[in-house]
């Protein structure tokens, strides 16, 4: 099983882009990774996949360098809204959950 | 339809009671997920289901008793349950279970268990 690191928290302001890193250091060939923002009292909500390189969709952008052992979430231009845990998995089937990042947004 | 539907949304239980919390989906899916959460904890997993066929039980004690009756349906039975069993239960599931690519995980809304 590959464990993630990430930051247990962060403050941004509306309007900012904001990226959070999780570290894998032990990430398997086949493993993918993946992004989940989860709001209080609500289930978590994918974001983002990707397994090399760069993914891209309409909230979010997924950077993967060539070794693979770190990944970055980024949120360009984030709202109050955005204030959420952001969870980043890795693996093909395990699907068990790291601490999170809690992002606060402030006005 | 994207949805993956959990019944009930509180649920009140004393320790003796027996109950059972339903999850539900229509989306395909042969993978099914059971998760506890905790208040400012993340979602821990508790069981999985592959082709209705439980595939990961995470030592979660006897009290919790999982079954799936079909490839849409995903039920936690419950028994003597203890007060520090109280938390958010999320149902999720997905397209895969083994192989290259889970794929995206569906989460329902949850189901509050107090344990009184």
């Known amino acids: 099983l590959a464990k993630t690191t990430q930051p247990i928290s962060m403050d941004s302001y509306e309007g900012q882009e904001v990226n959070i890193t999780c570290s894998h250091n032990?990430?398997?060939?086949?493993?993918?990774i993946t992004w989940y923002q989860q709001f209080p009292s609500q289930g978590p909500r994918f974001i983002i996949q990707?397994?090399?390189t760069k993914v891209t969709n309409e909230v979010a952008s997924l950077f993967i360098p060539a070794d693979r052992k770190s990944s970055t979430l980024s949120l360009p231009r984030v709202s109050l809204s955005d204030t959420a845990v952001y969870y980043c998995?890795?693996?093909?089937?395990?699907?068990?959950f790291g601490a999170g990042t809690r992002l606060t947004v402030k006005p | 339809d994207t949805e993956v539907t959990q019944t009930p949304k509180h649920l009140v239980m004393g320790m003796t009671n027996k109950k059972s919390l339903k999850c539900e989906q229509h989306?395909?899916?042969?993978?099914m997920y059971w998760y506890k959460q905790k208040a400012k904890k993340p979602p821990e997993l508790m069981f999985v289901?592959?082709?209705?066929?439980?595939?990961i039980n995470e030592s979660v004690p006897s009290r919790f008793s999982p079954e799936c009756p079909n490839s849409s349906l995903l039920n936690l039975h419950l028994h003597a349950l203890q007060p520090e069993d109280s938390a958010l239960y999320l149902c999720?599931?997905?397209?895969?279970?083994?192989?290259?690519?889970?794929?995206?995980?569906?989460f329902g809304e949850g189901s509050r268990l107090t344990v009184l």
């Open positions: 989306m395909g899916h042969r993978a």
């Open positions: 999720a599931s997905s397209q895969y279970v083994a192989g290259a690519n889970t794929g995206e995980l569906f």
């Open positions: 990707g397994y090399k």
């Open positions: 289901y592959s082709y209705e066929k439980l595939s």
């Open positions: 032990n990430i398997a060939t086949n493993d993918y």
């Open positions: 998995l890795v693996g093909e089937g395990d699907m068990r």
